[in-house]
């Protein structure tokens, strides 16, 4: 987290003309950069995004951005979670909700993930604009997955099939969050099981600036076996930043340069339904804020 705040203010400068004070207004324009004929998503993991939902979603209508991935509490706020969602309608936007720990892969019941997949119901009742949930749980950062790989990740594989049922239950979409290393780390078969048994798109976290293509073949290959849609993302955030290196992101490069490498992929991968995702929501609006 960057501390950074890039909520959209309105500056008001007084400026003397004369002896004549005049108030000048400033506006933070966004410029969009993406095109209507593609499905663009979003993370955003701060609640600032929900509290100022309007503001977000003006955001996302102006860059072409049709989704967003929004993380929300486990106890979260109901009345302003309907407020959020209520406008994602308004602007005709879709929204899953994102969640994610680590533990989580070290529990084939998938008990947390259950609870929060029925409080995800109780909104989607009330709100068509509520269309999933994005998982995000991330087994090769716990101690357990260095000691023990494999059963770990059998572990893993075995709560997101519990939680993809429970989610179908429900008619809530699964957007499964993956590594691009399953493949080149020998859990080729677990790949494949996952996209087969545990989502309905996976989203690849592919932070290899000029090298996605080949980092995400094996993804593509097995998500077109199965006839499912897989999600490119791409890093924003500042080397630094979570431990990321200069090679894992746009961030000085911009968001353009992401862009030109999606169309790139998608012509590469022509016979297979690829998306864009973006990571994360300030870092996205500070590249594209003029």
Known sequence: HSGLSMKNKQQIIKVTFGGVLVIVSLLTFIKPYFDDNYETSVFSWYEEQVINFDDTFRTLSTLKVSTIYQFISYNPDVELIDDFLESATKYEKNVYFL???????????????????????????????????????????????????????SLFVQAMKTAYTAAHKVGLEVVLCLPNSLDTLGFEKDLD????????????????????????????????????PIINIYELQPAGTFDLTEENTYFNHGVTAVYENYKYMKNVFDTQEIFLSLHEFQHLRMLTEK
Do not use: C
Not at 121 to 135: A, C, P
Not at 197 to 225: C, F, P, W
């Open 193 to 228: 099981i996952l996209i087969r048994d545990a989502s309905d798109s996976v989203a690849i976290m592919n932070y290899h600036r000029g090298q996605e293509i080949e980092r995400i073949e094996t993804e593509a290959i097995l998500s077109a076996k199965y006839n499912k």
């Open 99 to 153: 969640t994610g720990e680590q533990e989580w892969a070290l529990d084939p019941e998938a008990t947390e993930l259950k609870a929060y997949i029925e409080t995800i119901n109780m909104f989607k009742k009330k709100h068509t604009s509520l269309k999933g949930i994005v998982i995000d749980v991330e087994p090769q950062s716990l101690d357990e997955y260095q000691e023990s790989p494999a059963e770990v990740m």
